[in-house]
């Protein structure tokens, strides 16, 4: 007499990988990715300083980088002529001027009708050509009776 337990077939065994935890992980840290990337690239290392902004004292001559009114971009390097350029140029050659002067001043000046994201931009142009500094450039406030 054969028992009825025994009457039962063997299933084989899967050497598979149960993979649907490991998706579920790779999700849940792609999600986390996704939201904080976008944070970590905010904001332009900029040294503002610390008291009443006061007129730069310098020997060297600065590179200016000026946007006018439309988001167009010039560079003045030096004594040279204010010349209009590009975005992939102006990093080439600031990057390449600055590797050869490293304490050569480095200025923005932006048109106060540009749009905020405009000079934004140019700042994040220059921190890409490795400038350590980059200050921003104003006319002093006149007085009442000058206008």
């Not at 600065?62 to 030096?78: E, I």
Request: charged fraction near 20%; glycine fraction near 6%.
């Amino acid at each position: 007499m054969q028992s009825y337990g025994r009457a039962r077939k063997r299933r084989k065994l899967k050497a598979e990988i149960n993979v649907v935890p490991y998706i579920d992980v790779m999700l849940v840290l792609l999600i986390i990715f996704m939201v904080t990337a976008p944070l970590l690239n905010l904001g332009v290392d900029i040294q503002l300083p610390q008291s009443a902004a006061k007129s730069i004292q310098n020997d060297k001559e600065p590179v200016v980088v000026s946007v006018d009114q439309d988001g167009k971009l010039f560079l003045t390097l030096g004594k040279e002529q204010r010349e209009p350029i590009e975005a992939a140029a102006l990093v080439n050659k600031i990057s390449a001027f600055v590797r050869e002067n490293p304490q050569v001043p480095v200025l923005v000046a932006g048109d106060q009708r540009a749009d905020y994201g405009k000079i934004y931009q140019a700042m994040v142009l220059l921190q890409s050509a490795n400038v350590p500094k980059v200050g921003l450039m104003s006319q002093p406030v006149q007085a009442e009776g000058a206008r």
